[in-house]
């Protein structure tokens, strides 16, 4: 199912950059999208990793750096049977973490400065084997192709809209009187665009990793435990993310109430992810 949305997202990036080529440019400009969308699409499944680890900083740390990561994402690749992974610290003091990586074999997990203070042994368990579960399941490449493509369709719409609002880039296939007018149309449907497909990888993946994480911990109060520390201390000290990538994360970096932003969030309420873990919405009774 994976390798299908893989496939899905990867297409329709071709044929959004292919659209607006010949949009903006007629059939040069197709055959010149076309040849960046392939270019994309390369880097998006090589390099996508790479990409969202440089974005948040995040450092490469030796067993010697973090041993207490470590030997906890050993034991818990041997019980999940899938490789050890290299291990990011992100420097910043919100709490959060988020897998990534074409395959189990490539995988990649980031931690921030700030979870490993707030988080016991236990909690910390719960929150790798829930990223853990991410790459078991084999759907960070998905997660990291749909923020490669989240981020491309706000950049194309940014570019139409000031391509429009020039005149366009001329040719006789080019409407000049409707340029503006779809440069900005498409200015104002990118960003739902990007959302709609974050929500597509995001919401059920988060469940699921969840139960794959308290399946391999044997322990889903120590996960329950976590979400509710981390979201907690998130509202006081917010992640500064991307929207583009913002559901990378195990919980959403930009927490903002119960606002009509929150019915496009690209993870479930944290209570209804800690009721599914421990038949209650909240550990210790601070969630509303």
Sequence with gaps: MNAFKTTMLLTALTVLL????????GTNGAWIAFAIAAATNFFSYFYSDKIALAMYGAQPVTREELPRAYEVVERLTQRAHIPMPKIYVIPTDSPN???????????????????????????????LAHELGHVRNR??????????????ITILARMAFWVGALGGLGGGERRDRDGGVGALFMLILAPIA??????????????????????LTGNPYALASALEKIAGVSRRVPMVASPTSAHLFIVQPLLSGETFASLFSTHPPIHKRI?????????YGRID
């Design 18 to 25: 292919v659209l607006a080529g010949q949009y903006l440019g």
């Design 97 to 127: 973490a988020f897998a990534t990586g074409r395959n189990p074999q490539h995988a990649s997990v980031a931690v921030t400065h700030g979870i490993l203070g707030i988080l016991n042994d236990d909690e910390l368990e719960g929150v």
């Design 194 to 215: 990007a959302m709609l497909i974050q929500l597509w990888v995001s919401r059920t993946r988060e469940y699921e990793a969840d139960a794959s994480g308290a399946h």
């Design 275 to 283: 009721e599914r873990l421990i038949g209650r919405p909240s550990v």
């Design 139 to 152: 759907d960070i490449l998905t997660s990291s192709i749909a923020a490669t493509l989240a981020g491309a």
